[in-house]
């Protein structure tokens, strides 16, 4: 049921008469996107040597760790602003003779998908993989970042 749900949303993104007007827009989309995710593996790599200039005499993972809360707020703060909820695509299948449940778990399948959900995946994978990887083991950087996840 959600794989025909999941169907149904992309023959209405594909039949839509703005996918072919606002085909240069997609792939200026498409370039910033990429622009930012490559912004955002340079933040994870870089970071351990930034934060090893700005604070050296503490222990890099320890101010990291303090940033932390500060990065998933601001991410709050962008999430609340610029993401949207697909709740008025449901409300055509209400009135079928659905399940209830299955129209959720379609809801919640869809919002995993935004791209809001990768961003600490682009700044906290290679920050372990880089910087505590390189200052205690690669099995510290795994147990860190399942930690932070």
Do not use: C
């Not at 040597?49 to 303090?66: A, C, H, Q, S, W």
């Not at 961003?119 to 860190?144: C, E, G, K, Q, T």
């Amino acid at each position: 049921m959600v794989k025909d749900l999941i169907g149904h949303q992309w023959k209405e993104y594909r039949r839509s008469p703005l996918w072919r007007r606002n085909m240069a827009i997609n792939v200026l989309i498409a370039f910033f996107m990429l622009y930012m995710i490559l912004n955002l593996l340079a933040i994870g790599f870089f970071a351990g040597d930034i934060i090893g200039k700005l604070f050296p005499d503490e222990v890099l993972t320890t101010v990291f760790n303090r940033g932390i809360l500060g990065f998933l707020l601001f991410d709050l703060l962008i999430r609340y602003m610029a993401q949207t909820l697909p709740v008025l695509s449901i409300q055509n299948y209400l009135h079928l003779p659905m399940k209830k449940r299955s129209i959720i778990h379609f809801l919640l399948i869809k919002t995993l998908t935004s791209g809001f959900n990768f961003i600490p995946i682009f700044v906290f994978v290679p920050f372990a993989l880089d910087s505590v990887a390189d200052n205690y083991s690669l099995f510290s950087a795994l147990i860190w970042l399942l930690t932070v996840f």
